[in-house]
């Protein structure tokens, strides 16, 4: 017999440290107003209006911590930490969910075949997750729990959904609990509202539904979708519908003696669908603003989720948000197609900064398609930010602080940038309207040597140096906030503090190259001058030259 539910509730969740907004009292901006967002049930773009005045909840799917974290599982991550950012940019209190699946089939599965202990395995991607979020400058949830945490939580809600008689104990031939706990589909009238499906007349959705299954994962045939593999527990002989689906799961022979609790119904541990349920209720009570997932959790995960949550008697999330997939040559990224790129791996090649730029570059409901010429694009965009900040830090004596960067409220944002971002999160139009503004800095830094005792020429230079580095903020991407200035990221825009040894020294050997060059140019010797801009360009180091001097960037 394994332990019952109680000992793995001292887990309960992982709490991290509380953001300072949420100590504060809100102080929503007028432009919350003008926010739309889509909402995958009713197909349409709408008004956001949060349930409580103030204030928005959030849950978000997170890892089944199985093995390594790939770039498809962190461009969700990033995709709703930005849309996220901009409910606290507004100035919501923002309660962010994002739990944690450490029990389930496949870490079972893949933990037996490694010769590990499941919670083990289970441990140490959790953290490898919490890592890759870290690095790419993901904001700690409000709170993490694990699945492993809420047994009781998810005991008792498949109980109410038995009483209210939308789920079915499976019994031996004594009459005895199986473990298997299934819910009933045909009890639910309202069951297919999330994806569109028709409860009678086969598997017929409406066609703006038919639109987003040629973008996602199908639902007429989730049963053989490379995508959506079907729980083994969902093809059972002892469901009453083939559209049930498994509320709690009898133990496999194979399944460890400590990966099993006690219940009313039977030994067993969770299906998949309960988890999130019971943990969303948890911590955002009955009704909250918005569950969010990558597009592939639309169906079967989400829907019937939406379903089991409602016929328990709670109300469910009052919008749904999906991103879109990350695709290879067209492909879904996915271990099973064996696309998936390591997060570690990109790392190794490339800085966080230019993954994160390269992952949230678009609206969070487009396909992002991955390859070099995205990254290029991205350390492209890096080069271009940095030399504009670092340029006009250099001019101005100095960097605006950190505490004034993030102190620019919504309606003190340029516009072009704000009514991207209240258009459904329009990450594309944002990052343009931050080139427009690098575009209009570097014109006022040309100009600034012509008048450079002037206080109207260098407050203008500093005033759009905090707008872009404001909005760069908002996105989770000004060089000079963490995890970037840690990291070294910063590079060419830092103002000297916190930069990492090794940048310290190559400053220090570029400054020599630099002073000599422009030491040769002042002596008209343009041949030597040429030479060293040269050996420094072999040796993969922009120079740039402008009214305040040289100045350098990586490649």
Known sequence: MGNSQESHDFNTSVLHSVLPSALTEAKVSPLAEGLKLYDTAS???????????????????????????????????????????????????????????????????????AGQQWWARAYYYEREFTRAYETLGVLPPTVEPRATGHMSDMIDLIQRIIDNGHG?????????????????????????????????????????????????PSVDAAGDDKYNPVDPADASPDKHDPRD???????????????????PFGVGRPGWHIECSAMS??????????????????????????????????????RWMHSAWVTAKGEKMSKSLGTGLSVPSVLAEHSAWVVRYALGGV???????????????AEAAYERIANFIERAGVALGGQPTREEIAGVAADQLPADFTSAMNDDVNVSGATAAIFTAIRSGNTLLSKLTDHADSPEARAEVRASLVSVRAMLDTLGLDPLAEPWVTQGAAGAAGDGEDETPEHKALEALIGEQLAARAAARKERDFARADAIRDALAEAGIAIEDGPQGSTWSLK
């Open 43 to 113: 197909h349409t773009t709408s008004v956001f209006t949060p349930i409580k005045p103030g204030e928005v909840g959030i849950y978000v799917c997170g890892a089944t911590v199985q093995s390594s974290p790939h770039i498809g599982h962190i461009r969700a991550a990033v995709a709703f930490d930005i849309i996220r950012r901009w409910f606290l940019k507004l100035g919501y209190k923002v309660t962010f969910v994002r739990n944690v699946t450490d029990i389930d089939d496949k870490i079972l599965d893949k933990a037996a075949a």
């Open 168 to 216: 079915y104990v499976v019994t031996d031939e004594n009459g005895k609990p199986t473990g298997n706990v299934y819910f009933d589909v045909a009890s639910w009238p309202h069951y297919g509202e999330l994806t569109h499906q028709k409860q009678t007349g086969g598997a017929q959705v409406d066609e703006a539904a038919a639109v987003a299954d040629r973008m996602g």
């Open 245 to 263: 689906f498994a509320l709690w799961k009898a133990p496999k022979d194979t399944d460890p003696l400590d990966a099993r609790w006690n219940t």
């Open 281 to 318: 209720h948890r911590y955002l009570k009955d009704g909250f603003d918005i569950h969010g997932g990558g597009l592939d959790l639309r169906f079967p995960h989400h829907e019937n989720e939406m379903a089991q949550t409602r016929a328990a008697g709670y109300d469910s999330a009052a």
């Open 363 to 377: 609206q969070y409901r487009s396909m992002l398609e991955w390859s070099d010429q995205a990254l290029v694009e």
